[in-house]
């Protein structure tokens, strides 16, 4: 996961360190161009990055797709995590409060501007070098 994205779908987001945030409205084209591309999504969650370098991450809104099945062939892996990281991207988007949000953090953090969905996309040759995901 240390690669450098595809212009496609690293399009419209920002990089702060080896991490990749898109906007709201944003990301699920990214996801998108990562099925086309041959990307599994293996889940991602929102942050607020303010400009002055500081990231607010708010690892309770979590978007992750279930672990790939034995014998799953990687296209319909690539497939099926993508949908589940959009289906659990567009719940949390609708329930949550990001203003709230915003406001549990200290300083002035502007939930529109700053918002981002950082997302964690492997390829297949890239899967077999991964010794272990995050277990939860």
């Known amino acids: 996961m240390d690669e450098v994205l595809p212009k496609d779908i690293a399009q419209g987001a920002t990089l702060r360190g080896n991490e990749y945030g898109w ?16 990307y599994a999504c293996l889940g991602g969650q929102f942050q607020f990055r303010l400009d002055d370098g500081t990231t607010c991450e708010m690892h309770w809104l979590v978007a992750e797709s279930v672990e790939r099945a034995d014998g799953e062939c990687w296209t319909d892996y690539s497939r099926r995590s993508c949908s589940e990281v959009l ?15 915003a406001a549990s953090w200290p300083g002035q953090v502007d939930s529109k501007a700053s918002l981002v969905f950082v997302a964690y996309f492997v390829l297949e040759a890239e899967w077999g070098s991964l010794s272990t995901r995050n277990q939860h």
């Open 23 to 38: 906007s709201v409205s944003i990301f699920p084209v990214a996801l998108e161009r990562a099925v086309a591309y041959g």
């Open 87 to 101: 289906e659990k991207f567009r719940h949390l988007v609708s329930a949550t409060d990001f203003d709230k949000e």
